[in-house]
């Protein structure tokens, strides 16, 4: 049977109460009460927004669901994870200080948040997969111990995987600190000394120490960069680069596999919402205002990660008539990660568009 996604349109101007009623009519049609049982902890996977950034998924978006959780008996509660570069998001203190700036709190959204992953990020457990490239990954413990998960996806470009979508929230946003890690060490950048100014930026971003100056340039040590890939954001001067094409294919796969895993001992009790507005060239972790780069389209919600994704990007394409990747980052070919999370028996692209 083909997978069923289901869509309606919206955009980030309707009225919040507009949006509540197409929110809950998706949670209805995808049949997101089947995921929960009376007296579940329902962990809802959200990100936040990095400190500078509004097109995150917003506070009012995201109560809908709360409410609908709460009166299917479920026990929900927003959660995230730490990241793993300088950012107001890498220790749980900080990260919930952000999240209730960013709106966040019980009165608007009816639900705690919880970090994930702990204080420092090193609250995770090692989960067996049947993957390709790993046979454990290294997760956020809160993905294992909750007894269900709504997995709130805003789908943007990515630097690193050209899409963010659910696979992304999934296997990067779920990932420990260690799991991260094994992620990004398939992306070891360089300096182009020729386009390099010396400013010296990408060295107090770096969170490893990983880059000195060897005279007006930058270098980065290889044995001591992790590939967190925040050099390459933050060098205003093209002067950080790496090979796309080998070094994003494998961090795709590495993303899928954690997604897998971070899954696996939740069959029938994991859903997907995806938020096709505001879409930007980069994810939600860039500190600063950015400009959608897609008018907006609406929410999508369904039951499989991977065909989730392929609808976002098939109707963003529908959309605007070119690929996501036209737009954000063309070297990538971000349909690596939906095949390999396919082989992997994670879902299927294959589906079936419905619109409520
Ligand atoms: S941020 Fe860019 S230009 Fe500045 S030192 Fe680093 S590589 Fe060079
Ligand atoms: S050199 Fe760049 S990619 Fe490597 S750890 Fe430092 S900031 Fe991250």
Redesign the pocket.
Known sequence: MVEKVYFAKANRNEAPETLAQKIKKLYHAAGFKSCIDAGDLVAVKMHFGEKGSDTHVQPHMVRPLIEQIKTDGGKPFLTDTNVLYKSARNNAVDHLELAQAHGFTMENVGAPVVIGDGLLGRNELEVEIPGKLFSKVSIAAVALDTDAMIVVTHATGHMGTGFGGALKNLGMGLASRMGKLRQHSAMLPQ??ES?????????R?CPVQA?E?RGS??FIRAEDCIGCGE?LV???????QHDWKTDTSLLQKRMAEHALGAVINKKGKVAFMSFLISITKDCDCIGRRQSPIVPDIGILAGMDPVAIDTASLDLIRESTGKELADSAYPQIDYRVQLQHAQEIGLGKMAYQLVEV
């Open positions: 300096i182009k386009s390099c100014t010396g400013c010296g930026v990408c060295m971003w880059i100056m340039v930058a050099c933050v060098c205003r001067f093209d002067a950080v």
